[in-house]
């Protein structure tokens, strides 16, 4: 009788066990840690540039490839139109930066992200991981500023972004530009940002973007996505 009992015990604990385990979702894979590491490509992250660019080798990385790309011209597409620009060979720094990341399409992965009617229109950034990863690689390096007295703030000219604070050398944003869309006088942005160059055809496109909607961080509702590349 105890046996018999015992068996039909032992019956029921393995069936239940059976039960039990058919019921239990299979264990998760582990995701492996999506490390940056410099490849051509590793979890989807992409390597951009291999050169080793920081705002203390900027000025002497900057002065060699300018001798090399000597360019001053660039044509920047948007859905609602295109704009020639001419960078200032008076601007060497800031000319072959430009050239540089032009050339390696970074502003492609950059929109038109803050719009002042009446004053600017700034781009060169986005919210896309791709353009921050880029940013990363190189560094996010600072130019030295280059101020120059034959280049005023004017409409149609193009001017690099920078931080005000902690910034007592007024050193640019390398990957951060405006546009003065303004007909106004702006001389007060004079020695404070600088002037790297102006659009010779094209600068209705400036006034369309201008009249966007934007939201309350002045950001356009409908992305104004660019892509730049070299003339001559």
């Known amino acids: 009788m105890k046996s018999n009992y015992f068996l039909h015990y032992l019956k029921v604990v393995v069936f239940l066990c059976f039960v039990v385990s058919c019921d239990s979702p299979p264990p998760k894979k582990l995701k492996k840690q999506n490390t940056f590491v410099k490849k051509k490509k590793v979890h989807k992250r992409i390597i951009y540039t291999t050169d080793t660019i920081t705002t203390e080798n900027c000025e002497e990385f900057f002065t060699e490839y300018g001798k090399k790309n000597k360019e001053t011209k660039v044509l920047l597409s948007t ?5 020639t620009i001419r960078l200032y060979e008076n ?5 072959a930066s430009f050239i540089y990341l032009t050339k ?3 502003f492609d992965t950059t929109c038109f992200y803050r719009v ?3 004053f600017i229109v700034q781009g ?3 919210d896309s991981d791709v353009t921050t990863e880029f940013r990363t690689q190189l560094n996010n390096y600072l130019l030295p500023a280059e101020f120059r007295k034959n280049r005023p703030h004017k409409r149609g000219v193009i001017a690099a972004a920078r931080d005000w604070e902690y910034n007592p050398e007024k050193r640019s944003s390398s990957f951060e530009f405006y546009f003065i869309q303004s007909q ?6 004079n020695f404070e940002h600088t ?10 496109v400036i006034d369309k973007i201008a009249a966007e909607d934007i939201d309350t ?3 356009p509702r409908n992305n104004i996505p660019m892509k730049i590349k070299v003339l001559n």
């Not at 859905?79 to 704009?83: A, F, N, Q």
């Not at 106004?184 to 942005?189: F, I, P």
């Not at 002037?195 to 209705?204: P, S, T």
Request: proline share 5%; glycine share 14%.
């Open 195 to 204: 002037v790297f160059g102006e659009i010779i055809d094209g600068i209705e």
């Open 79 to 83: 859905r609602l139109g295109d704009m």
């Open 91 to 95: 601007t060497p720094l800031h000319r």
């Open 104 to 106: 390696h399409n970074y």
């Open 116 to 118: 002042v009617p009446g």
């Open 184 to 189: 106004r006088d702006q001389s007060h942005l």
């Open 217 to 219: 961080d002045e950001w």
């Open 124 to 126: 060169g950034n986005s």
